[in-house]
């Protein structure tokens, strides 16, 4: 894997924001326990923001020690409501309460991305963006849920905003692509400085 890109993650919408994005790259997922270390991190008074570059970091070394000469793009996202994070939901009674919980409120989601050459972190940035929900009836989020439960079983929060649960807002402040989970931009133009990428 030499001199190639790597994202140290098995995320289906990351891989296609490069992919659309016409960025050539392998993705190789690392082995780490996120919830031990998001709680060790909890248990030390990490921010948020701060858990989430943490995390992208950690995945980044982890893929980097074993391909030293590719650049290692490592990534996660946070999302806080009210001092709290929000995980993905283990069951739809679940995502509705969590989703009851956060609507017609605002919450904030932290995407970070790190990384990676010879071991090393070399760029990092932390995205942030303020998500808005609407007011929505314990009916929607009922059927919401239950239609879409395959698709957002697996999102931190509950929802998927580049699918249906874009319904659940009313506005976003900040990047779109940190709602998604990469801040693909900054990641871009990194890229192109590096010239890795045409730009």
Same mark, same amino acid.
């Given at each position: 894997?030499?001199?190639?890109? +790597?994202?140290?993650?098995?995320? =289906? ?20 326990? =996120? ?28 893929? %980097? ?19 709290? +994070?929000?995980?993905?939901? *283990? *069951? ?18 932290? *995407? ?13 940035? #932390? ?10 009836? =314990? ?11 395959? *698709? ?8 998927? +905003? =580049? ?14 692509? %940190? ?7 900054? #990641? +871009? ?11």
């Amino acid at each position: 894997m030499d001199g190639e890109l +790597i994202l140290a993650s098995s995320s =289906e919408v990351r891989k296609e924001l490069l992919e659309k994005s016409n960025i050539s790259f392998l993705s190789v997922k690392p082995n780490i326990d =996120e919830d031990a270390v998001k709680t060790s991190l909890l248990n030390e008074n990490y921010s948020p923001r701060d858990i989430a570059d943490a995390l992208a970091e950690l995945k980044a070394s982890k893929i %980097s020690l074993k391909n030293p000469d590719s650049l290692v793009l490592g990534c996660d996202q946070i999302l806080e409501f009210e001092g709290l +994070i929000l995980k993905k939901p *283990s *069951s739809k009674n679940i995502a509705v309460q969590q989703l009851m919980k956060i609507s017609g409120k605002k919450h904030t989601a932290y *995407s970070a991305a790190v990384i990676f050459e010879n071991a090393r972190p070399i760029w990092r940035f #932390v995205g942030k963006a303020d998500l808005f929900l609407k007011n929505n009836s =314990e009916r929607y989020i009922y059927d919401y849920v239950d239609r879409n439960w395959d *698709s957002i079983k697996n999102s931190v929060g509950g929802y998927k +905003i =580049e699918e249906e649960g874009c319904r659940l807002f009313t506005r976003i402040n900040g990047d779109h692509f %940190s709602v998604l989970g990469l801040p693909l931009l900054e #990641v +871009i133009n990194f890229l192109c400085i590096r010239g890795v990428i045409d730009g």
